[in-house]
Every structure is written in structure tokens, then in C-alpha cells.
């Protein structure tokens, strides 16, 4: 054990800037929205826009028509996996993944057993898959047909129990940037006409994870997996991990060749939506979110979009038609000012399907009169 105390320590600044390029932030990659949603291990996706505007945030020259085209072509879909919660992931991500965090699914169906006495589960899984797989169904519709057979049962245990059990997908066009759709499920085996993956090794994700999010803790990886008991693999991968701690003395381990920025390293502005997995991936997120300010990105149960300052979390946005309202939690330099709004006339040509310039990480659009966007910045959080 005294051994471990003389790994090098990274402080916040060095966390953040290692984290960031992990991410995909601290210059727009020249990349796939493909490769990147691999590389990502998946976008978090409560809402159909979200990962659109996190691939802008990140990706060169990245348009909404591209992750449009993967989720049509059936190449990427939405399901719930980490956490319980939807995301976006690749079709050989959604056949795999999921399967590596069943058994949280499995525990959480456990918490409504009081509303599913006398449901046979594996019965209540045949069931609804059947259903499902005839034609996708909106929940509502899978709860009633399962009412059928367990008219006493709890109608809200019922859909979290289908929900966890089975691998279901949102259908398209849910997901499609510039169309509509509620949601529609059926199972991912069905959509993609690929049999169930086995569950991708539990070594192999744990080094897809320290790629896109290290360097990075035990229970860093535990809260964004939604999974416990994982010691036992980084201790597998130890010999071949490079090891740190952070300032508070937790140990961290991370890819050997992955890329640790000087602290110093500048971090342009970012504009990221809600739910983004910067904010939501490791145990302690002082990486990226001061201790003081924790909190801030939300109002009850709703999350806000949120702005990258610095590499840190350093205000909110919204964003109505081609106005950009900007609130931030601390005093920025004029030239930082513009900076930012710069960003915004970026995001907003975008996301609108204007023309932009690929070969600039951002900055005013040649092909657009910059005055058709609107950024105002309001009264500024202490």
C-alpha cells in the first residue's frame, strides 16, 4: 500500500484539461459523428436534441443531417442503458452494452416487486416482446396489453418492469433531428435484425471508458456505469494502467499513451446542452463543476443547457429562434465576451443549417451576416 501513495498527483486544472481532450473539447476533432458516438461510449439523450448539439460542441464540420442519417439508417439508436437513462449509442454499442449492465436493470425492477406481486417476470418479458416485436408500441400500449394478463398489478411497475427487462429501442423518426414522433418501442434485436450481442468484456469497456473520460476512479467509472463491484477489473488492468491521485489523495488510473494537456493548455468556449456527459460521468465532478457553484445547473427537475468557460462550467444558455441568452457565474473579459458570442453565432448557423466554415475550430461564419444572431448576455451570477 505505501507504494501507491508516491503515484504523481494531477491537480484540478490538470484533471480538467486531460478530461477535456478526452471529450473532445479542447479543439473540435476531425471526426465521424459515428466514430465519435463510439469513442464516446454514447450520448446521453432524455431529449431528441442533446446529442446533436454535443456533436457540434465537439466534432468539425459536424451537421445535424449526419447523426440524422446514422439514427434512419439504423447505424445509431436510443435506448436506455447507463444509469437507467436513454442514450445514443452505436448498433454494436446498443447490442453490447446493454447486455453489460442488465443486471442493473434486474436490481432496479426489484424496488416495484411490491407492485408486481404474483407477476411472473419471464413470463411479463415473453409477453411484451411478442408485442412489441409485431409492430412497435408506445408504452401506454405495452402497459395495457400487460394489464390484460395482470389486471392487480401496479400499471407503473408493469413499465418499469418491461422497460428493464427487456432491450427496448425508440423507433424513428424519434430521434430525428428536423421531424417528430413520440416514442415507440421495440426491441433492439428487432430494429437492427441482429441477434442479442454478448456483453462486451468488462476489461474492454473499462478501457473505452478511461479513453473518453479518464483519468478516472473506481467509482468515477461505478456512477457513470450505474454499476457496483467493478474493483475487481481495474485491479485486473492495474499492471498496464498508468496510475495518479488527485488532490484529495483518490487514485486514478488512466491509458498510458492517452493525452494529459499542460494545465495551461488554452480551453475555448463551449456551448453544451442539458444532460451532457461531461457533467454526469465521475463521482467527483470538481473537474469540471467548482464546488461552489454546484448545483446551478439545475431548477428542481429540470436540467439546463450549460456553457464552458475556461474548460469549466461558468454559465447557462437558452436559446430562442436566433436570440442566445447568456447567464454567467462569474466576471469575463470583454475579449473572452466575444469569444463566446462567437460560439453562439457558430452553434446557431449550425443547428439552423446554415453554412459554416470547416476549416476554423469556431469563429464568425464568412458565408453569414453574423447580425441575424442575437447574443445577450444577462445580469451576471455571483
Known sequence: MASRTTHPVLDT?????????????????EMSARDALAHLLGLQA????????????????????????????????????????????????????????????????????KGLAGVDLER???????????????????REELLQEWPDADPQSLSVAARCRLPLVQVTPRGVWGRSGGVRLTTVENWLAQPAGEAQPVDEVVLRYLAAFGPASVKDMQVWAGLTRLR???????????????????????LPEAPRPHADTPAPPRFLPE?????????????????????????????HCTLLVDGFLGGLWKQERNAITVELFGN?????????????????????????????????????????????FASIHG
Do not use: C
Not at 446529442?51 to 434512419?72: D, K, S, V
Not at 481495474?234 to 488527485?246: Q, Y
Not at 446557431?348 to 444572431?373: E, L, N, Q
Open 232 to 254: 475487481e477489473a481495474f485491479e485486473r488492468l492495474r499492471p498496464g494502467l498508468a496510475v495518479f491521485r488527485d488532490e484529495k489523495g483518490v487514485e486514478l488510473f488512466d
Open 46 to 113: 432524455q431529449n431528441v436534441k442533446p446529442p446533436y448539439f454535443q456533436l457540434h460542441a465537439r466534432l468539425a464540420g459536424f451537421r445535424p443531417a449526419e447523426l440524422a442519417g446514422l439514427m434512419e439508417s439504423r447505424e445509431a439508436v436510443r435506448m436506455v442503458t447507463m444509469r437507467s437513462t436513454i442514450h445514443t449509442h452505436t448498433a454494436h454499442d446498443a447490442l453490447t452494452l446493454r447486455p453489460l449492465v442488465q443486471p442493473a436493470r434486474d436490481r432496479e425492477v426489484n424496488y416495484f416487486r
Open 124 to 142: 411479463l418479458a415473453e409477453l411484451a416482446r411478442a408485442f412489441v416485436e409485431s409492430e412497435p408500441r408506445t408504452m401506454g400500449e405495452i
Open 275 to 303: 444532460f451532457d456527459n461531461l457533467l454526469l460521468s465521475h463521482a467527483d465532478r470538481s473537474r469540471v463543476v467548482a464546488p461552489e457553484i454546484k448545483g446551478r445547473t439545475w431548477t428542481g427537475n429540470q436540467a
Open 332 to 376: 469575463v473579459s470583454p475579449a473572452l465576451k466575444e469569444e463566446i458570442a462567437t460560439e453562439a453565432e457558430l452553434m446557431v448557423a449550425t443547428m439552423s443549417g446554415g453554412p459554416a466554415d470547416p476549416g476554423r475550430d469556431s469563429g464568425r461564419d464568412p458565408g453569414r451576416d453574423p447580425g441575424k444572431v442575437s447574443v445577450r
Open 13 to 29: 486544472r490538470a484533471l480538467n484539461r486531460a478530461t477535456l481532450a478526452r471529450q473532445l473539447l479542447l479543439s473540435r476533432a
